[in-house]
């Protein structure tokens, strides 16, 4: 919490609000609040993705940061763990936020050839949060893990110098 | 010229598990920032990737804006045979790349 709430944070919120209301004049607190995705939506894309399927914890391994300095690239991995054979293997690897404007991250499609159902990448974080990976396996259930991100310095909603 | 870096090894014995890595550049402007004027910068980003592996789609993927600036992403696949592996990127503004890189197989 001292994290996200620190003289830095609050500074940039600021200027992120005095940007909105310059252009839509009187322009209430609440039109920052549209900008970040919420936990709702969070839960709303995964459930877009699931339907009502059940997502079970285990399998997926996410490897992230627990405290970033920058926001703007962080270096994530989503490893499955699997045979990788026609009859067993991970079909696809869905990544999602939850305080980022909008709750997708990334979607990757694998299948039995990759082998091994590992992808990397960077990615933005515009505050500290919730990511969230869930891997579909052949047999179609779902599978996830969740890592708690702090960022100092956030992404995506900064005002350009 | 090319805006692409790619990492795939140029030789595997049949039936390795090999990583590529592929980076392309580009600003992945997220849509949602603002100038100092307060004009909001549109969306400009990369949208979708894919690879194909001698003419079959082996991986591919979205990407969304919370994906970082000259997107970087590693992945697997079992080294099958020799030939050719074709990387594409599409994005907005009609933005599309493509790059290719070959692989013995022994």
Redesign the interface.
Known sequence: MGMRHSPTTTRRKFLGLAGSAAVGGAVPIVTMRSVDATPAMLNAAIRNLVGEAPVRTGKVKLDIPPLVENGNTVPMTVSVESPMTADDHVKSIYVFNEKNPQPNVGNYYIGPRAGRAQISTRIRLADSQKVVAIAQLSDGSFWSATADVVVTLAACTDEVI | MTAALINVPRKARRGD?IEIKTLMSHVME?G??????????PRDIITSFACR?NGEE????????????N????????A?ESGKFEFEWVGDNGFSESASSSITVE
């Open positions: 598990i997220p949602y920032r603002r100038t100092a004027a307060g004009d909001l910068l592996y082996i991986f591919r993927a979205d990407f969304f804006p919370a994906i970082a600036a997107p970087f992403l590693s992945f697997f696949t079992a099958k």
